[in-house]
Structure formats: C-alpha cells, structure tokens
T-cell receptor, first 109, second 115 residues
Framework: QKEVEQNSGPLSVPEGAIASLNCTYS??????FFWYRQYSGKSPELIMS????GDKEDGRFTAQLNKASQYVSLLIRDSQPSDSATYLC?????????FGEGTQLTVNP | GAGVSQSPSNKVTEKGKDVELRCDPI?????LYWYRQRLGQGLEFLIY????????KSGLPSDRFSAERTGESVSTLTIQRTQQEDSAVYLC?????????????FGPGTRLTVT
C-alpha cells in the first residue's frame, strides 16, 4: 500500500461544475495535510493546508479532512478552465512530507 | 517577498560529468528540502536541512548525490558522474521551520537532461 494514494485520473469536468479530488493516507499519526496544484511544466504551488477534522474553505476551494477514515479531499467549486492542472496531495509522516502521484484535472469550457 | 529561487533553470550535460544545482530559500525559512520529479511521476524526497542540525540524507539515491547548505541560506545539490536516469526536474522547497507540520514552498525547479 502506498503511503499516500490519490484517485486515479484523469478527471474531466465541465466548466462551472464541482471537481472532487480524493486522497487517502496510511500513517495514522499524520497531523498536517496539504494540496498543491502543478501546472504542466511548472513547480507545485501550495493551495490549501488543513490540520483539523472538518472542512476548510478558501474561495472556491474546500479541503475536507477525516482523520478517523484517513481521508482528505479537495473540492473545487465553479471549476474554471484555468483550474486544469495536476493536484498533489501531501501528508506529513514524521518530519517529512510524502506526496501522492497526483490527479490530473481537466476543466472543459 | 521573494520566493524560492533555483539556478540554472535548465541544464544539459553529458553522461559522466558532474553538475551542481543551486537553491536560494525564502528569507527567514530555516528548513530547506530537495526533491526529484521524473517525467510524469510524483515527487521523490532527496534531502532536507534544518538550521545547523545534521541533514536528513536518507532520500539520496546513491553516493553520487550530495548536498550542502551554509547556515540558513543557499544550498547546492551536486550530482557526480551523471547517468541518464538522473534526468529529471530537481525541485527545492523551503519552510519556516523543520518538520512536516509546516507549509513548504517550491522553487521553479532545475530541469536536468543527461545525454
């Protein structure tokens, strides 16, 4: 089992829809969770961090964390073509961050 | 303020040559990380530095790889006797403190091509 697993893509949604990206992790004592966006040919860009169970909203983005289920998700509301990118889930394991393989999202105009 | 900077942005080298990659972290960030990302793959941890503490080198793939950091400033990643499998984007990130609790911010990366 991989330490951090993301739903396999690619994921395609129409413009204006909600995109849902999922991530599970194996280390029960993980405390910090991050979502990064990576455009093709660019480096990862931090878009959300979450540390407590529940939802955290920032603009069109909502991160959801359920530590009991070892599950973290990212919802993107009113998806735009500019949201088309690969989304990386990262989870701390001790002093390191472990990254998932990423989910490629395409938002179709 | 200025973000993480890396140089060069691109490097093409012949197999067997040594290369040196540079990272300048965000001012005030005490922790610095190096990752490798092969084409179409995820991020692979290489090494991290925290202040003057001994670095965690456990992710370095072979003894051809080494890294240094002077205090809390610039870091260099050196790859000796490069091989074609070393071709990848090398990413540097920094965070305000050591440990996975803190947000890491990435530089633009150095794309290394070994011919």
């Amino acid at each position: 089992q991989k330490e951090v697993e993301q739903n396999s893509g690619p994921l395609s949604v129409p413009e204006g829809a909600i995109a849902s990206l999922n991530c599970t992790y194996s280390d029960r004592v993980s405390q910090s969770f991050f979502w990064y966006r990576q455009y093709s040919g660019k480096s990862p860009e931090l878009i959300m961090s979450i540390y407590s169970n529940g939802d955290k909203e920032d603009g069109r983005f909502t991160a959801q964390l359920n530590k009991a289920s070892q599950y973290v998700s990212l919802l993107i509301r009113d998806s735009q073509p500019s949201d088309s990118a690969t989304y990386l889930c990262a989870v701390n394991s001790g002093s390191r961050l472990t990254f998932g393989e990423g989910t490629q999202l395409t938002v179709n105009p | 303020g200025a973000g993480v900077s890396q140089s060069p942005s691109n490097k093409v080298t012949e197999k067997g040559k040594d290369v040196e990659l540079r990272c300048d972290p965000i001012s005030g960030h005490t922790a610095l990380y190096w990752y490798r990302q092969r084409l179409g793959q995820g991020l692979e941890f290489l090494i991290y530095f925290q202040g003057n503490s001994a670095p965690d080198k456990s992710g370095l793939p072979s003894d051809r790889f080494s890294a240094e950091r002077t205090g809390e400033s610039v870091s260099t990643l050196t790859i000796q006797r490069t091989q074609q499998e070393d071709s990848a984007v090398y990413l540097c990130a920094s965070s305000i403190q050591w440990g996975g609790l803190y947000e890491q911010y990435f530089g633009p990366g150095t794309r290394l091509t070994v011919t």
